[in-house]
């Protein structure tokens, strides 16, 4: 059975960082397309950014630059680094396996707020 629990979300202020972490379970992560996407309350669910078993990434034009997926295969996980975080990024981060075969996590709250 295959499982993705994410973790690292929270409340902090404009400018903050913050590092999720994805640990996975019955699943190799090194052979699978990860990704990080998010959902923003009355938002559709969209692509943050990605990372392929090559360590090819991929980000969306509005977290380029200030967030950096990467992944230790030894550990079995894909972290999401967070920088220079906006009130928009608020919203629940999910890591999901892309490929071969698509795996969700349940999701952790992230909360940019002043």
């Known amino acids: 059975q295959v499982q993705l629990v994410e973790s690292g979300g929270g409340l902090v202020q404009p400018g903050e960082s913050l590092r999720l972490s994805c640990a996975a379970s019955?699943?190799?992560?090194?052979?699978?397309?990860m990704g990080w996407y998010r959902q923003a309350p009355g938002k559709q669910r969209e692509l943050v950014a990605s990372?392929?078993?090559?360590?090819?990434?991929n980000y969306a034009v509005s977290v380029n630059g200030r967030f950096t997926i990467s992944r230790d295969n030894a550990k079995n996980t894909v972290s999401l680094q967070m920088n220079s975080l906006k009130p928009e990024d608020t919203a629940v981060y999910y890591c999901?396996?892309?490929?071969?075969?698509?795996?969700w996590g349940q999701g952790t709250q992230v909360t940019v707020s002043s």
């Open positions: 990372i392929t078993s090559a360590g090819a990434t």
């Open positions: 019955g699943t190799i992560i090194a052979i699978s397309t």
């Open positions: 999901k396996q892309m490929t071969p075969f698509p795996y």
